[in-house]
């Protein structure tokens, strides 16, 4: 079979820095993303700063049930129910926690409002050590058709360091199960600038992940801000969490500009800051995010984008357990205030999120959007940051260089009012 | 009330022996506010004095006490500031008093500025009582701090009274001291009036408040009054006394203590130490001790943000309204552009000036290298006074530079000696005085350049010492010194605003000091920044800021693209925060580097 029978590779050109004639936005249809937040896991990792957390099994049914009521309110309100779905993502927190049978309940529920696409991207994020055969045999049944696999490293130290359960022995036979079970459309992920990590620890952690060979490999530099342990222990300069044992912001940078290269050497490209892929296995539901397609967020804290006749809606569930629960058992939507961007903003976000693909954006697809005199002023305000090398432009479309992707944030700020 | 029945006092003490303390507790015996009406340190009004424990604004409060003696007192306790940027109105609110607590914490003992308000208060002719507080605590010494009252200040402190402010312990006993130690004013209620006005502020619905000391005849609501130092008259709208609830009464007479509400428009207008009088029957003569109070550290304000200017000169001229001590005027730097350079009391006058235009006004200011006013002669023998180092004459244009130069009094525990000593040298100082004031304590006496002290000396004195040194000083005049230019260019730009006055024998130092902590404050950019430290064209030090390897936001939970534009937007609010020179962003605090150069 085969290995992408049920995920045939999306329109990989379009991701491909080489393609800069390919317009982003036409080349997908309509189609809605679904995400899925599944908040539970077995335990808190010191870098995470998303809203999951060890919540009591005892939770999980009425969570399941909360969910299905609010795909049917949000399917009801916004008038999106029977709509044709292309990418479909579960993430976490850990949905692999998720139980077989109630893993086919939660597919199903979605089955009965959307009809996912034969060709729908199915992803499911899973954390290694607690795939079970009767797992991935219902992912299967379920639609699942690409796995990512929050490892992170391959050395025992660094996993543990960050209060990550599993071993990296683990990864190698999850690898196995999945691709036995024909689930070959896998990502692994990394983080560079993890305590303990060394060049020749961060070497071996990249030629083992080249070796096992996953279409897709997503790679992230430690974030130290307020919303982790680790991150406001690095801040006040304490030592818990490992957070002495952090290398500094060089070493850093210099291990994912190792990753890059060696990377691109053995044929993954980079084709956004974080995602690395080869053959055409391109996260397109993550794709969809910085090319500003719709995508419906159901869950604790999840995310929502709608875009009608210009007019581009975004809102978030809540990042409390008890209250997005509360809302839902009430027959309430949880969701906080509904915010509609001026085009302004749709403007300035078409900018820094489609910068952060190596494919850039195309000023045509801009102007075509947007009202001539906006692109303008966008394009004079970028004038700086050419000179500086930050960003580059050719055959009409406008590109971070390598070393702006390195300092992506301190660019894509510029392109704020 | 029949002034034989009236007693003035104020309480002078070294900053945390307890002088709030003790106030609250004489409010709470002689039952002016119910304990229940208590705040803590009830006279400090301002958050901003309450929170540094310090009194910037001087209060007067009439207490009724019934004495021991079976009669009634009328006791006006005058608060007065607590440090030294403060020490002329300190000495006006002594001059409204005929006695004075001088209080020692029992296990501290004699501190700077313990003798220099002591002093102060003896020089005024007030009689003094020693009160040693806190004497409950475990390391509580009386005896040793009477020795020290005696032979440091000079003082009989035979009959120093032993309390604790904090429980309440021997406060009777300072009152009956205040009664029968204390003498009653002098003057007569039928003579011209002669009134101390030895504090002012404005308030935003009666305009102009004084506060005065009657030392002569009487004031009636309705009275003209005249203010001898600018001859200007105005009409008595309302006289109150404080108890501390303000109460309106209908005359103050000699002896007393009260506020004046006249439509007074400027604070500028009503200057402390000025004599009030009665413009129908003038006195002849003004009271003496008047001055005019000159700024002694001068900075440069500027907004970050240069769309504030208006907004800060507004403030400015608010702040002034209410602190006539404080000056300002527009200039411009090359490389922050318009602002404002201001005079200060002193360091801690500076430090209050900028938290409240901060925070009254919420505006993000800029503030360079505090410095001192400069007499410089030119080669044609004119002299001009330059208070900003950017407009100091080139060497080819000037003969010579004098400098301002202050007599500090520093008492020490013996053994941090060995720190104070070359701190002192280092700082140019000259020793004039090498005293000691008991066993293991001394008591310096340095004439230093005022320059010196306004950088970092106060933060150097107390790090040297543990915190256990005091300092106090005073003007002194001013010397002729070897002073030269110290210039800071940034990405090869030279910054005007960075410049620095600093002796010829120090500049290399200084500049490689400071380069070197410019490059910890200046944050790394997208390329690299040289820093470099120059006297008259010559590069004297170099540092490199290197260019910064990521700054990255990797994660998209689920499409959270509203945080992204956030962290986004936090990092442009940040670079906006920052002084954009050329391209460098420097930040607010690289401006005062010179400030942080020990830490």
């Known amino acids: 079979m085969n290995r992408l029978a049920n995920a045939p590779a999306p329109d990989g050109r379009d991701a491909s820095a080489e393609s800069s004639a390919e317009s982003s936005a036409e080349s997908f249809t309509d189609a809605l993303g679904l995400y899925i937040s599944f908040p539970f896991c077995r335990s808190k990792c010191s870098y995470c700063n998303f809203a999951s957390n060890v919540f009591p099994p005892r939770l999980l049914d009425g969570y399941l049930a909360c969910l299905e009521r609010e795909m049917e309110l949000v399917a009801e309100a916004e008038s999106v129910g029977g709509g044709s779905v292309d990418t479909l993502y579960w993430g976490g927190g850990t949905p692999s926690l998720l139980a077989p049978d109630l893993a086919l309940r939660l597919a199903q529920a979605i089955r009965r409002i959307w009809t996912p696409a034969p060709e729908a991207e199915f992803t499911l994020e899973a954390a290694p050590g607690t795939l079970s055969t009767a797992h991935i045999a219902a992912w299967r049944a379920a639609g699942v058709n690409r796995v990512s696999l929050g ?54 952690t990249l030629a083992r992940t080249l070796d096992a060979a996953p279409p897709h490999i997503s790679i992230y530099m430690l974030e130290v801000d307020e919303d982790s342990r680790l991150g406001r222990e690095l801040l006040a300069g304490g030592a818990r969490y490992h957070a002495h044992a952090v290398p500094d912001d060089d070493r850093t940078a210099d291990f994912f500009e190792l990753a890059v290269e060696q990377l691109a050497a053995a044929g993954w490209r980079q084709y956004e800051i974080s995602n690395f892929a080869r053959d055409g296995g391109e996260s397109r539901h993550n794709l969809r995010y910085w090319a500003r397609r719709p995508y419906l ?78 692109v303008e002023a966008k394009r004079a305000a970028i004038t700086p940051m050419l000179a500086q090398g930050m960003l580059e432009e050719s055959q009409g479309r406008l590109r971070l260089t390598p070393r702006g992707r390195m300092l992506s944030t301190s660019v894509l700020a510029e392109l704020l009012e | 009330m029949d002034a034989q029945r009236i007693r003035n006092f104020a309480i002078v003490a070294h900053i945390d022996h307890g002088k709030s303390t003790l106030a609250d507790r004489l409010l709470e015996l002689t039952g002016a506010l119910e304990p229940r009406e208590m705040q803590a340190q009830v006279l400090d009004a301002m958050d901003l004095e309450r929170e540094r424990g310090i009194t910037i604004k001087a209060h007067a409060v009439r207490l009724n006490y019934r004495a021991v003696d079976g009669e009634t007192y009328q006791l006006n306790l005058i608060d007065t500031p607590g440090h030294v940027d403060f020490s002329y109105e300190v000495s006006r609110s002594l001059a409204a008093c005929e006695g004075a607590l001088l209080l020692v914490d029992a296990a501290q003992g004699v501190e700077a500025q313990t003798v220099a308000n002591a002093y102060l208060a003896v020089n005024q002719g007030l009689e003094v009582v020693p009160v040693i507080n806190k004497v409950d605590l475990p390391g509580a010494d009386p005896e040793r701090v009477k020795e020290q009252i005696e032979s440091v200040i000079g003082l009989d402190a035979s009959q120093a009274l032993p309390i604790s402010a904090k429980t309440g312990l021997g406060v009777e006993a300072v009152l009956e001291a205040v009664v029968h130690r204390t003498p009653p004013p002098k003057g007569s209620p039928a003579a011209p009036l002669q009134a101390l006005l030895f504090d002012s502020w404005f308030d935003s619905y009666r305009g102009v408040i004084l506060l005065a000391r009657l030392v002569e005849g009487t004031l009636r609501r309705g009275d003209k009054i005249r203010l001898m130092s600018n001859g200007m008259c105005y009409q008595v709208e309302t006289l109150a006394v404080r108890t501390p609830k303000t109460i309106e009464v209908d005359e103050l007479a000699a002896g007393e203590v009260g506020l004046i509400v006249a439509n007074i428009k400027r604070v500028g207008d009503a200057r402390i130490g000025d004599t009030i009088t009665s413009d129908l029957r003038p006195a002849a003569a003004p009271l003496p001790g008047f001055q005019e109070i000159k700024p002694m550290v001068f900075a440069g304000l500027y907004p970050v943000d240069s769309d504030q200017h208006t907004l800060l000169r507004d403030a400015l001229e608010k702040l002034r309204l209410n602190d006539s001590a404080f000056f300002f005027e527009p200039e411009s730097s090359v ?21 409240r235009l901060e925070r009254e006004f919420n505006l993000d200011l800029l503030v360079t290298a505090p410095g001192v006013r400069y007499r410089v002669t030119l080669t044609d023998g004119s002299l001009v006074e330059v208070d900003n180092p950017a407009r100091l004459p080139s060497p080819s244009e000037r003969r010579s530079i004098e400098e301002p130069v202050i007599r500090a009094t520093i008492i020490s525990p013996e053994e941090y000696l060995g720190g104070l000593l070359p701190l002192c040298e280092e700082k140019r100082g000259r020793q004039q005085g090498f005293e000691y004031l008991g066993p293991g304590r001394v008591m310096l006496t340095y004439l230093l350049p005022l320059n010196e002290i306004v950088l970092d000396f106060y933060d150097r004195l107390k790090t040297a010492s543990r915190g256990y040194a005091s300092l106090d000083y005073h003007l002194s005049g001013y010397q002729p010194a070897d002073l030269v230019k110290l210039d800071i260019l940034v990405a090869g730009e030279p910054v005007d605003a960075l410049s620095l006055i600093v002796h010829a024998e120090q ?56 945080r992204k534009r956030k962290l986004l937007e936090k990092q442009k609010e940040g670079k906006r925060r920052m002084k954009k020179l050329g391209k460098v962003e420097i930040p607010q605090e690289a401006f005062l580097a010179v400030l942080k150069m020990g830490e």
């Open chain 1, 297 to 374: 967020g159901f869950g604790l804290e999840a995310h929502s984008m709608l875009r009608r006749d210009g007019e581009e809606r975004r809102w978030a569930n809540p990042a409390e357990l008890k209250e997005y629960m509360a809302a839902l058992e009430a027959g309430r939507l949880a969701r906080g205030e509904v915010e509609a961007l001026s085009p302004q903003r749709q403007l300035e976000e078409a900018l820094f999120l489609g910068l952060r693909r190596n494919a850039g954006i195309g000023w045509d697809e801009l102007t075509a959007e947007f009202k001539a005199g906006a």
């Open chain 2, 335 to 355: 490389a922050l552009g318009f602002g404002f350079r201001c005079g200060f009391l002193g360091l801690l006058h500076m430090e209050i000036v900028q938290e």
């Open chain 1, 151 to 204: 490892m992170q490293s391959w050395q025992e130290a660094e996993i543990r360091s960050v209060g990550r359960l599993h071993r990296a022995e683990d990864v190698t036979r999850d690898l196995e199960a999945l691709r036995r079970a024909g689930l070959e459309n896998l990502n692994l992920d990394l983080i560079a600038g993890l305590p303990h990590q060394t060049e020749a620890s961060w070497r071996d």
């Open chain 2, 507 to 562: 500049a290399y130092e200084r500049g490689r000091a400071l380069a070197a902590k410019m490059k910890e404050l200046i944050p790394r950019q997208m390329f690299e920044v040289p820093i470099q430290a120059a006297i008259g064209g010559k590069i004297i030090a170099r540092e490199t800021v290197k260019a910064m390897r990521k700054n990255v936001l990797a994660k998209c939970y689920g499409g959270d693209i509203t």
